[in-house]
């Protein structure tokens, strides 16, 4: 006989198991760790503090040739006609940015996108007259969506190269660009060089740099997504070396790190810009006259001194032929006094345990990152998930019906969709229904490609929760169906009240699965580009780690989908449990026995 305490075990084990992740997440949140400091920020404006000379250790130039493209000139900002600048939007720049390279690009800790390259952006756009929108993305895609009309700008510290050009058009040139080579001091290659075949050299994936040492060193790289998975990559011994751009370079490496900038060499091909639609030539005059503009009126000066100061290269400054050169400081003598040049302590390595403590258990990043993991990540998740999940699951039961059905008409075609969708990647579908159905229905959606990024996670999950549903389906005895017909009962309602309902009870369990994996891909709606309160789990925490070059907050992620995912997969067993054993009966309780007056208990009659 099963009892009633064995039946509620599972349901008392989920609970406790729940309580028990809650409970850590939140003593990780209210109990400050013994001796914490405060974390690191690459997202915040270092100031004259953290002024560099122009680098002494320079390999030969490549400057990329003549420069082309800067414009002589620019007109006037009060001459431009602001309602004629072919934006997504009127009257608003729609801007595709990153979170993970400061401080040129990042997001702070308050959920804004800043730094140089936007902060920048922002003044002119106050200048023009025009109000603006950020939304992160991923570099590999960026251009291409500037292309396509999923954003205005491009803000991203982009190296203009004549290749690029052919994709989108850039404005004149707001920053310059050092390459730099990251490397431990006794490292196999301290200069450019001596990098050769064997040696596992980082780049971001799309970057010049891996342009850089694909064509011009003839090397294959080992290609990254983003700026901090590069490096924590080569602090923990995985790589070789890392070339990067100076900016994220010199504000990645600290001290302890174990490496350091050996060597530094110009950038190919001009200068740093925003890029814009080959189809918005007005777009490019109206930055370019805000470029010139700040420049003149010492915006540019101040924000360059705040956020990136450093000696500006001979012969190169920043907005059209006609622009004054902006009103610096001397750079050059504040970072003499600084001592930026001399820090020892920058190549002093750590223990592997202790190098790997510090990249993944900082504890005071972890009381950090849990309230925006709550607060913004956990419900953008469980929204897009359940949406995707409702949506799939209605779906793919549509699928399943025309999977087995008589008519080849449905067949067909049910049969066709479920191999294509379950045979392409992920990013690939999300980034197909976000950037070729997103212009279509751009009207509807706002630009907004939240709702698309669930919509191409439904249609994913629709092939293989189609494929539950079938099987489940056919695996009901030919019987019931045979029994229903007998009864009167037509094929379409035997399938639909008899058949189906077995069927689909019979894969709650796998249904359940699949909703686990949605939760998970729900970090790749990221690509398409979003705004900072529709981030998910995943890109708060890669955003946290991005402003703090620490993976701990990614860790700290990962806890969360834990405290998600453990749960449901003890609900999917105990499901199982119970689909295959059935309700338990109830227990009857033993009848009192009977006491005679003298205290004998009487046997029970013989029962015939």
């Not at 007109?75 to 006609?81: A, E, K, M, S």
């Not at 006609?322 to 006094?337: S, V, W």
């Not at 004998?600 to 015939?608: I, Q, R």
Request: hydrophobic share 45%; aromatic share 8%.
């Amino acid at each position: 006989m099963v009892r009633t305490s064995q039946i509620a075990t599972p349901v008392r084990f989920l609970a406790v198991l729940a309580v028990m992740l809650l409970t850590a997440l939140l003593a990780l949140v209210a109990v400050p760790p013994p001796a914490a400091h405060a974390a690191p920020d690459n997202c915040t404006p270092p100031g004259l503090s953290s002024a560099s000379a122009a680098p002494v250790n320079l390999a030969a130039a490549d400057e990329g040739g003549e420069d082309k493209y800067t414009t002589p000139n620019t007109t006037p900002v009060d001459q431009l006609d602001v309602g004629a600048l072919e934006l997504i939007k009127p009257g608003t720049i729609s801007v595709g940015t990153l979170s993970d390279a400061g401080p040129s690009i990042c997001v702070n800790r308050k959920g804004v996108f800043t730094g140089f390259d936007n902060e920048l952006l922002k003044a002119v756009a106050a200048k023009i007259g025009l109000k603006i929108t950020f939304s992160g993305t991923e570099f590999a895609g960026l251009l291409s969506q500037v292309a396509n009309n999923r954003f205005d700008v491009g803000s991203s510290s982009i190296t203009t190269t004549d290749e690029r050009r052919q994709t989108v058009d850039f404005t004149n040139g707001y920053d310059f660009g050092y390459f730099s080579l990251v490397a431990a001091p006794d490292a196999k290659a301290t200069s450019f060089s001596d990098l050769g075949p064997g040696q596992r050299i980082g780049v971001v994936q799309g970057t010049v740099q891996d342009d850089y040492v694909v064509n011009t060193l003839k090397l294959d790289p080992v290609k990254f997504p983003d700026y901090a998975t590069a490096y924590a990559n080569l602090k923990t011994g995985q790589i070789d070396s890392w070339v990067a751009p100076s900016q994220q370079a010199e504000g990645a490496v600290r001290p302890g790190d174990g490496v350091k900038i050996t060597e530094n060499t110009f950038s190919v091909n001009n200068f740093v810009a925003w890029a814009v639609g080959k189809n918005k030539p007005k777009l490019v005059a109206a930055l370019n006259s805000g470029l010139d503009a700040i420049i003149a009126d010492g915006t540019y000066a101040k924000l360059y001194t705040d956020w990136v100061p450093r000696e500006l290269p001979g012969g190169w400054k920043p907005g059209s032929k006609a622009a004054a050169a902006p009103k610096l400081p001397d750079i050059a003598a504040i970072a003499r006094d600084n001592g930026t040049r001399t820090e020892d302590a920058s190549i002093v390595r750590k223990g592997t345990l202790a190098q790997l403590g510090d990249t993944f258990f900082k504890w005071d990043l972890y009381k950090e990152s849990f309230p925006d993991l709550f607060k913004t990540g956990l419900p953008n998740t469980l929204l897009l998930a359940l949406v995707s999940g409702v949506l799939g699951t209605f779906l793919g039961l549509l699928l399943a019906v025309a999977g087995i059905s008589r008519s080849r008409w449905l067949r067909w075609p049910a049969r066709i969709y479920t191999d294509i969708f379950r045979g392409l990647p992920a990013v690939v579908v999300i980034l197909i229904v976000g950037l070729g159905i997103g212009p279509v229905v751009s009207d509807i959606t706002g630009n907004n490609p939240y709702w698309l990024g669930a919509v191409a996670l439904a249609l994913l999950a629709a092939a293989y929760i189609g494929e539950i549903f079938r099987s489940g389906i056919q695996s009901v005895e030919a019987g019931q169906l045979e029994a229903s017909r007998a009864i009167g009962f037509s094929y379409g309602q035997s399938m639909r009240l008899v058949v189906i309902p077995q069927g689909v009870r019979r894969v709650l369990p796998a249904l359940m699965n699949q909703f686990i994996s949605l939760i998970k891909d729900s970090s790749l709606v990221y690509f398409l580009g979003l705004l900072a309160s529709q981030r998910e789990l995943f890109a708060v925490g890669r955003d946290l780690n991005a402003q703090t070059g620490n993976l701990s907050p990614l860790v700290a992620a990962g806890l969360v989908y834990l405290l998600l995912t453990i749960p449901l997969t003890h609900l999917v067993n105990y499901i199982d449990h119970r689909l295959r054993t059935g309700r338990p009966a109830p227990v009857e309780a033993d009848p009192e026995p009977l006491v005679t007056s003298d205290g004998v208990v009487p046997e029970p009659p013989n029962k015939p």
